[in-house]
């Protein structure tokens, strides 16, 4: 088991692009999550799943933001028209159950020029 | 909304002394939790408290909940340079499932 993995783990793009992040996480968690960490700031929770329903989504996923996770596996996370404030580490995370313990990735780091 | 107050949220001390992280929030939390980041990773959780009270160890760090799950405290004893990181705490509110609210991080430096 190589933990949960993310990736690409640096994008740089130009603002009004689009662009896709996909985190892999532990084989057989069910519960995978989405946090945005800015500069100087703690992650802040976006959205999860259990298999591949998306359970909740935080006020602060605007419409631009979009995430799957098609099989219950893998998950994707899209942002359209990038906006310099989306510039962030987005981390993804997985547990086993309501109660287990997340075990966090590495992040993806985005800049929006 | 519920909030997390992390202090001091710059510390820089020299290797053997003593520090203390306090985290602080007027919601109740179901539980409280530790992690340390490190620049270009993930956060990695430390520890767990879930009583109200409760002290965990964990070597030289030791870990409180406060009596009425508000507020939280690390200890590093004699710290070492390689205690050196951004350590956060992070809170399960009322709405469970590991939805955590996350303070603003404590970067500690231990000077050699």
């Known amino acids: 088991d190589t933990g949960v993995s993310q990736d690409p783990r640096h994008k740089i793009t130009k603002r009004g692009q689009n662009v896709t992040f996909r985190c892999d996480p532990i084989s057989e968690h069910n519960r995978l999550y989405w946090y945005r960490q800015t500069l100087g700031q703690g992650p802040e929770f976006l959205t999860y799943f259990q298999n591949e329903a998306q359970l909740e989504k935080s006020r602060l996923l605007s419409d631009r933001f979009s995430a799957e996770r098609p099989k219950g596996s893998f998950s994707t996370l899209e942002i359209q028209r990038t906006e310099q404030g989306d510039s962030a580490m987005y981390l993804c995370?997985?547990?086993?159950?309501?109660?287990?313990?997340?075990?966090f990735g590495e992040g993806s780091r985005l800049t929006v020029l | 909304t519920q909030l997390l107050e992390q202090s001091p949220q710059f510390l820089s001390i020299q290797e053997g002394e003593n520090l203390t992280v306090y985290c602080n929030s007027s919601?109740?939390?179901?539980?409280l939790q530790w992690y340390r980041q490190e620049p270009g990773e993930g956060p990695v959780l430390l520890v767990t408290v879930v009583t109200g009270g409760e002290v965990k160890k964990l070597k030289r760090l030791t870990f409180q909940f406060g009596d009425a799950r508000k507020d939280s405290s690390l200890h590093i004893t004699a710290a070492q340079p390689g205690d050196t990181g951004l350590y956060l705490c992070?809170?399960?509110?009322?709405?469970?499932?590991?939805?955590?609210?996350f303070g603003q991080g404590t970067r500690l430096t231990i000077n050699p």
């Open positions: 995370a997985s547990s086993l159950g309501l109660f287990g313990e997340l075990f």
């Open positions: 992070a809170g399960e509110g009322d709405q469970g499932a590991q939805k955590l609210v």
């Open positions: 919601s109740v939390f179901s539980s």
